[in-house]
């Protein structure tokens, strides 16, 4: 339960409480599916940074990521990406890059704990994703991007519900124990997007393949699926100090849009794999499961609270955030875990 205590003022008080209420609405609320266990508002949604005085936020521990002794993905993982609308070269090369980061060919395979590593890596945050997989009896997971396929004529209209981007999702012709990951450009609206969710995860039927969708926010909702790269949703950057985005970062690939997309498909891409069907890795009621990659919402860094994603590593040349190095050098910001050993949020340092 959050607490504030001490002299702050209504305002304050009252975005710690609306913290708290977002942190906990995957669990509060019933959905039809698993499929959207998706990252929410929570993952990425800041609120304001608290002024000096002397109220304290209490923020609930991470939860305990139990297994429901369902299937997870493991081994080969193939990974196909359809990019539905306009993205440029530069754009589908953040966020293939990122896939391309996951498992490179000279990471070492041995089981157990991640090896100590002397830079941030994507693969050494994706290692956290392989303990829960092989705490499950299973094989580490080799992911490979196999295949990108472009609609950018927008086939079928840049209004789409959610069944029709798991149609979208089929004509990637997926394997079982695959990903169909579609992405949907920054003028494609789909149901639910920015609402209740900045992309979701799911499967067309139980041991089949497994899609992940995200949505680029840069233009519908990037205060709620794009912070730390653009100001949360109520801040006023020219009122007062307290109430500007001064926790902000700049986005290391220099596109919020996108930078925020791999935030998301990041997480997304973590769920798919230790909980694909709905009994795998997670907490709460599997109607409404809270997962590993979103069991540490809005915390990239130590020292994170709401408002606030933590210590990051800056670019010395163009002074963005990031903590995790990939394929050629790409810089991106990825999201914290639950440690799998000790539920805490694992950070990358």
Known sequence: ??????????????????????????????????????????LLVGLTRPSPCTASLYVPPPPVMAYHQGAVLDGTVP????????????????????????SPRARPHAFGAPAAATSPSVARWWETVDRYVQRAGRERTRVLLTNQVSDQGCSLGKRLSRLQVEQLAARLGVAPGGVAVVLTAADVAVEGFCESSCGLHGSAAPGGAVHVWVGNAAVQCPGRCAWPFHAADGYHPAGPAHQRSGDTLRAPNGDAGVDGMVINLAALLAGAVTNPYGHGYFEG???????????CPGVYGHGA????????????TTGAGYNAVGRNGRRYLVPALVDPANYSCLIMA
């Not at 959050?2 to 019933?30: M, P, S």
């Not at 609270?305 to 010395?316: A, E, K, S």
């Open 1 to 42: 339960m959050a607490t504030v205590t001490g002299g702050c003022n209504e305002l304050i008080t009252l975005h710690c409480i609306a913290w708290f209420a977002i942190l906990r609405l995957q669990q509060l609320t019933k959905m039809k599916s698993h499929a959207v266990c998706s990252l929410l508002l929570a």
């Open 305 to 316: 609270y709401p408002g606030y994603p933590g210590t990051v590593r800056l670019d010395t």
């Open 285 to 295: 009621d599997a109607d409404a499961p809270v997962e590993v990659g979103a069991g």
């Open 79 to 102: 990974v196909s990406v359809l990019y539905y609308g306009a993205f440029s070269p530069h754009h589908k090369a953040i966020l293939a890059d990122f896939l391309l980061s996951l």
